[in-house]
């Protein structure tokens, strides 16, 4: 439980990472920002619309939510304004840099922290490895394409593209690739019982 609150409260300050940077959001958030263009319903509900839909795709996938799924929803979004509360705006271009290497890095280790927790993953990262299970593709082949289908509805509705929009979509594939793994719990195999002397008396 401690490894799933870390990695959430780390994807949050992942995400404030790469707001600041500015050079470019995440794919999701393009997509976002491109629904928003058309139907101005705001940001932060056309997000959660999102989540609730890609959670339809999990039926056929046969993915079930967890308490991992529940509580990115609630503290994901949190995480995300402290960072941004502590990060300042307004940066030099190379600080920047910077910020959205360090968030990239950040997000990648807290998919891994939390989808490792075994507690369920959240709603788009469930996509990934529903569909990794699925399929049977690699986890970094199926999050790349995800994120690249994303980001071209995204950016044809209108969203924000910059260079770090294509950097994430492409990297953040073989990064979880190598994190999920990594920070995967490992639960203990069952211990079989101990041979009971009686027993095997009486059975003799």
């Not at 439980?1 to 940077?21: D, E, K, N, P, S």
């Not at 939390?114 to 593709?137: E, K, N, S, V």
Request: charged share 10%; hydrophobic share 55%; proline share 6%.
């Amino acid at each position: 439980m401690i490894q799933l609150l870390i990695g959430l409260f780390l994807y949050g300050i992942g995400i404030a990472l790469i707001v600041r940077a500015a050079i470019g959001v995440a794919p999701w958030d393009v997509l976002a920002q491109g629904i928003d263009n058309h139907t101005h319903l705001g940001f932060g509900l056309i997000t959660i619309l999102l989540s609730g839909v890609v959670l339809l795709l999990w039926i056929p996938i046969r993915q079930k939510p967890g308490a991992g799924t529940l509580l990115n929803a609630l503290l994901v979004g949190p995480s995300a304004d402290v960072g941004l509360w502590l990060i300042p705006a307004d940066l030099d271009l190379w600080a920047r840099i910077l910020l959205f290497a360090a968030g990239l890095l950040l997000i990648a280790v807290a998919t891994g922290l939390y989808i490792g927790a075994h507690f369920g993953p959240g709603p788009r990262d469930g996509l990934m490895t529903g569909l990794h299970q699925r399929t049977g593709w690699k986890i970094w082949i199926v999050r790349t394409g995800i994120e690249v289908i994303v980001l071209g509805i995204g950016w044809v509705l209108g969203g924000n593209v910059g260079i770090g929009t294509v950097l994430f979509a492409v990297l953040i594939g073989p990064l979880c690739q190598r994190t999920i793994p990594f920070f995967a719990v490992r639960r203990p195999a069952a211990v079989s019982p101990a041979p009971d002397p009686d027993a095997e008396r009486v059975a003799g």
